[in-house]
């Protein structure tokens, strides 16, 4: 980046951050906190549209959009659901993809561009610099998880007439709130990893595996010996499990929205770990130097 794009963007942070006659400056305590994780934010949300992850998106959208179309071929209610859990799972990967990335090259970014060093020069706190981060990308990929589900409800009622509105709704939440937490976990490594690359690798292996192999640990633990045994249901209960917000199976086939406390309980869960991987950026940016 050229001495003059920095600078102009660094301006135009500035406005962000404090517009003329806003009275910015007098602010303090919440107000001024959310007036920066917000104009922070703002500029993630920006340089995702800039960037090709947004015309993707609209490249994914219009091929699930087509998937769901083609189920008009088929009378099967098998094949019309094979074709839902399809599109759900692309639904996923994508949303994945699209999270993670955009996570993990927030902080490197900021560094290799040296808009780091002017930003936190000003009455700007590093805790709030991560949770900007942190909010521009969750509220990005909440935007794209938004037009993939409602592109899934509107064209999958066209084929059978169903409206799974509150089924819709409760997946489409779960799903946010889990990639809160794997939002924050890409934050945190992108502090601890040296590179993006390294990062999105051990991220993705990582969330993959808590998918796949999660709600199973207990199970393989119960058949080790000491100390793996401990070990083993050790990890159990530390790592965020993923797996619970997974509810593909309840809108493919229809069983209907799962209770609302139970649903409500799963949005604290992710809120806790999401909290407790940012505090632990929060802690490790603030004694990190910046080079």
Not at 67 to 94: D, P, Q, T, Y
Not at 123 to 151: D, N, S
Not at 162 to 174: D, V
Not at 226 to 244: A, C, D, V
Request: with cysteine.
């Amino acid at each position: 980046m050229s001495a003059t794009k920095t600078l102009k963007t660094v301006i135009d942070f500035r406005r962000d951050i404090a517009p003329i006659g806003s009275g910015l400056a007098g602010r303090s305590g919440a107000a001024s906190t959310w007036a920066n994780v917000s104009a922070i934010g703002g500029i993630v949300i920006k340089e995702l549209c800039r960037r090709k992850d947004f015309y993707v998106l609209f490249v994914l959208t219009a091929l699930i959009t087509i998937a769901m179309a083609s189920m008009s071929f088929f009378n099967e209610a098998k094949i019309v659901r094979g074709v839902k859990e399809l599109c759900l799972l692309l639904i996923w990967v994508s949303s994945l993809v699209i999270a993670v990335t955009t996570a993990a090259r927030q902080i490197p970014a900021e560094r290799e561009n040296r808009t780091l060093f002017p930003l936190l020069a000003k009455p700007v706190t590093r805790a709030e610099v991560i949770l900007g981060k942190f909010w521009g990308c969750w509220l990005a990929t909440g935007l794209t998880l938004l037009v993939f589900y409602l592109f899934f409800v509107v064209i999958g009622a066209t084929r059978d007439g169903h409206w799974p509105i509150s089924e819709s709704f409760q997946a489409l939440t779960l799903h946010w709130f889990m990639l809160g937490i794997v939002i924050a976990m890409t934050v945190l490594g992108s502090l601890v990893f040296a590179a993006p690359s390294s990062n999105n690798t051990i991220t993705f292996i990582v969330v993959i595996a808590i998918l796949l192999l999660g709600h199973h640990l207990n199970i393989v633990a119960l058949r080790l010996s000491e100390p793996l045994q401990t070990l083993l249901y050790s990890i159990y209960y530390i790592i965020p499990h993923l797996e619970f917000y997974d509810v593909r199976d309840r809108v493919v086939h229809d069983w209907g929205s799962i209770p609302w406390l139970v649903w409500l309980g799963a949005l604290g869960y992710a809120v806790v770990y999401a909290g407790l991987f940012l505090l632990g950026a929060c802690v490790i940016f603030k004694r990190k130097p910046v080079h």
